[in-house]
């Protein structure tokens, strides 16, 4: 009731003591009825057609990543599953009928939907009892709101979104992910300072920046070996976990492709300069083994196929063996493809990192070849 008082009231102030002639915007004149049938204004031979085609396609991009964006928003609020697929065929099936009838574009905004949202409807029938009150208002009330002020109209909506905004997921997301914080504030000004439209495109720059990053930089990390275990973990995560004496153990967590394979190549060779520099200054043995573990690496093109090439030639212009553990099945097979497992020799592919520093640690002990070393066969048989 109270955005219906709001809107009685305000009128009725602008038409007492006629505000519209001191500033006070208001609605104005409203033509009555319903809109026309547009059915017969369709022509595929216009000279505009080309452009009315790029114009639908830009306008039902943003207006479907519009209202998904506020679908889910208040999914996540209410606790309750929303299907993305099934919102943009609702909005295409009804921007198709809407067109027949000069409907406006059909979408869900951010404003209407919090009024509906504040309003406390539940269901899709609010929509059908939305239509057949503006049905109703257009053929018979438009004259009354010819003094409604607009700041009226906007306070009502404000007040909506009021209550929408939780600033403890903000602090939550603050301590939890500082890129997320900042994708969030900056779909938030873009939306208060802009548009929606300019808030969405804001949050998805932001977001495919940080995917792009992740991608173009993927993690590489340093493993050591728990004691008492046969377990290797990141010495950075886990500082009980120790090196391996003349074996460096890498792990890289993402797919190998052309995205990243500069940066994987220049990080591992970088590892690996490190690891030399700090045996030689610790006094330790000489770096010997380079065991890469490719259990996280999903997928592997020709550029990654190439980087792991390269770094097995400066591993053997150093003199060092470079070992593989765990690589996947779509991966063995293109490395078998490639000829890379014939040149790296499939008695240095292991199924764990456990038993690839154990073959490494029999060869730096005895001088020989691991009998015990696995045979892989690729691809029938691949890891």
Not at 160 to 177: F, P, R, S
Request: aromatic residues 8%; neutral net charge; hydrophobic residues 45%.
């Amino acid at each position: 009731m109270a955005p219906l008082a709001s809107l009685i009231l305000g009128s009725l102030l602008v038409f007492l003591t006629h505000a519209e002639k001191h500033g006070v915007q208001v609605i104005g004149n409203l033509k009555k009825g319903l809109n026309p049938l547009s059915v017969s204004d369709l022509a595929f031979g216009s000279p505009y057609l080309t452009t009315a085609i790029k114009t639908g396609i830009i306008t039902g991009v943003i207006g479907l990543a519009e209202g998904v964006a506020v679908g889910r928003s208040f999914a996540i609020f209410k606790n309750y599953h929303i299907d993305g697929n099934k919102e943009m065929i609702a909005f295409g099936m009804m921007n198709i009928a809407g067109s027949c009838t000069s409907c406006y574009l059909t979408a869900g905004p951010f404003s209407r939907t919090a009024v509906n949202f504040n309003a406390g409807c539940k269901t899709a029938v609010s929509n059908i009892v939305m239509a057949t009150a503006v049905m109703l208002t257009l053929l018979f009330l438009t004259p009354l709101f010819h003094y409604t002020p607009l700041v009226v109209l906007s306070s009502i909506i404000i007040s909506a979104m009021l209550g929408l905004i939780d600033y403890e997921v903000v602090i939550h997301l603050w301590k939890i992910d500082k890129f997320d914080f900042m994708v969030c504030m900056g779909a938030y000004f873009g939306v208060v300072f802009g548009s929606v439209e300019v808030g969405l495109v804001i949050a998805v720059t932001l977001s495919l920046l940080r995917v792009l990053l992740f991608v173009a930089r993927p993690r590489t990390v340093v493993l050591g070996s728990i004691p008492n275990s046969t377990v290797y973990r990141s010495v950075d995560q886990y500082p009980t976990a120790k090196n391996v004496p003349g074996v460096l153990i890498l792990q890289i967590d993402a797919p190998i492709y052309f995205a990243n394979a500069n940066y994987l190549r220049e990080r591992i060779s970088r590892w690996i300069y490190e690891e030399e520099d700090r045996l030689k200054s610790s006094g330790q043995s000489s770096l010997q083994y380079v065991i890469i573990d490719l259990s996280s690496v999903g997928s592997i093109d020709t550029s990654g196929i190439s980087t792991l090439e390269e770094i097995k030639k400066n591993a053997d212009r150093k003199g060092l063996k470079l070992v593989l553990a765990n690589p996947r099945s779509e991966v063995i097979k293109k490395l078998d493809k490639s000829k890379f497992v014939e040149n790296i020799g499939q008695e240095w592919i292991y199924l764990t990192v456990g038993e690839a520093v154990t073959a490494c640690n029999f060869m730096l002990h005895m001088g020989k070849p691991n009998p015990a070393a696995m045979e892989l066969q690729a691809p029938d048989n691949a890891v």
